[in-house]
Every structure is written in structure tokens, then in C-alpha cells.
């Protein structure tokens, strides 16, 4: 009964591959995110679904395409695979009809690009 | 965008001791302010959050105080437990946006010390 769910929770690839993260949340929140964490614990934002559509993307590089089929789904493909692409990845959702809640976050995706 | 500065980067106290984090935000239209604490290997969770109606929030050995006028906001940790060492950070959405954006500080290392 895990509210935020990701898989896999590692992923080690060589540069070059491509890769796909998945998301599910079972909390009836409207929307959905991706974070980066770099080695530095930095979070920062990627991509933002609300109801299915797109309504944020940051300064991401285009290998990186999200995909929300529903609003309880939301997953990551990530093209040619950089080292600098290594990092723990977060899924996460929040309610955000009428106020801001706070995010409730899936485990994260450590991944390793060798 | 917002800019979520927050000090110390690391902080050791003794168990028993207070401990206090502080955050400052640009954007004088931000009016939600989580704090998450992140153990190591583990998910960031929300501990705390404040709205900007109220000045101050507690629950138990945890607090929030907001200073909108000042844009700065700070987490109170008291009688300190060695289970309380983790990353904390703190975070603020920028322009009031419920949309769902938050912008992260870059974290703060608790240790505390039996």
C-alpha cells in the first residue's frame, strides 16, 4: 500500500543507453513531479503533471521526455544516457486544487551512468 | 524564480540541545513554506509546513516561525534526539503558485551527539 511508488529503485546503464523510470501514486493527488538529486542533496525541479498535462518543464536537455498516461502515473524515459546524468531521481505528488500541499515523495531511482 | 537560500549547511548539537535552521526566500508572493527531512538513503518526508496567514506553528518538539516582512523562515528542533540527524531543507513556491512548485534550499546536515 505504498503511496509513491518507483521503479527501479537502481538502475546502472553505460553512457549512451536509454532508460525509463516509473512512477505511481495511490494517494488521489492531482499531480505529479520529477526531481534531481545531485551528490550535493540538491533538489531540483524537472517536470510537473497536473491532471495528465504538462505544466512544468525546467531547463531539462530534450534526452529527457516524461510521459503521464494518467494522473496516478508518471514516468521518465531518458535518451543516450550521460555521465553527468547520474544523480537519484524523485518522484513525487501533492493535491494542488485550491492550495498546496506538501509533496509526498516515492523512493527514488539511483542512477549510475558508467 | 525563487531563491531558497538556507544556513547552516551543517549543524552538530548535543542531544538534548536546540537546534535552529534558517531559510530566506525572494519572492515576497510565496505563501507555503514545507520543511522536509531526508535520512540518508531514504525519501525526503514533509515534517512541517506554514502558510503565509500564520506566524508560527508547532508540533511537538517542532516548529515553524515565518517572518513575511523579513522573508525569512526558520525549523526549531528542541530537546534533540540522535534519531533527528538527517538533511533537512526547506522550501518555498514561487509567486504564490499553487501550481505545485517548490523550490528547495540546498539542505541542511543535522548531526546530534549522544
Known amino acids: 500500500d505504498t503511496a509513491v511508488s518507483q521503479t527501479p529503485k537502481y538502475l546502472v546503464t553505460q553512457m549512451g543507453n536509454d532508460k525509463s523510470i516509473k512512477c505511481e501514486q495511490n494517494?488521489?493527488?492531482?499531480?505529479m513531479y520529477w526531481y534531481k538529486q545531485d551528490s550535493k542533496k540538491f533538489l531540483k525541479i524537472m517536470f510537473s503533471y497536473n491532471n495528465k498535462e504538462l505544466i512544468i518543464n525546467e531547463t531539462v536537455p530534450n534526452r529527457f521526455s516524461p510521459k503521464s498516461p494518467d494522473k496516478a502515473h508518471l514516468n521518465l524515459h531518458i535518451n543516450s544516457l550521460e555521465l553527468g546524468d547520474s544523480a537519484v531521481y524523485f518522484c513525487a505528488s501533492s493535491q494542488t486544487t485550491g492550495q498546496l500541499y506538501g509533496y509526498t515523495f516515492g523512493s527514488g531511482t539511483r542512477l549510475t551512468v558508467v | 524564480g525563487e531563491n531558497v537560500e538556507q544556513h547552516p549547511s551543517t549543524l552538530s548539537v548535543q542531544e538534548g540541545d536546540s537546534a535552529v535552521i534558517k531559510c530566506t526566500y525572494s519572492d515576497s508572493a510565496s505563501n507555503y513554506f514545507p520543511w522536509y527531512k531526508q535520512e540518508l538513503g531514504k525519501r525526503p518526508q514533509l515534517i512541517i509546513d506554514?502558510?503565509?496567514?500564520?506566524g508560527e506553528k508547532k508540533d511537538q518538539r517542532i516548529a515553524v516561525t515565518l517572518n513575511k516582512t523579513a522573508k525569512h523562515f526558520s525549523l526549531h528542533i528542541t530537546e534533540t534526539q540522535p534519531e533527528d540527524s538527517a538533511v533537512y531543507f526547506c522550501?518555498?513556491?514561487?509567486?504564490?503558485?499553487?501550481?505545485?512548485?517548490?523550490?528547495f534550499g540546498r539542505g541542511t546536515q543535522l548531526t546530534v551527539w549522544p
Open positions: 522550501a518555498a513556491n514561487p509567486r504564490g503558485s499553487t501550481l505545485g512548485r517548490l523550490y
Open positions: 506554514i502558510r503565509s496567514n500564520v
Open positions: 494517494l488521489g493527488h492531482d499531480t
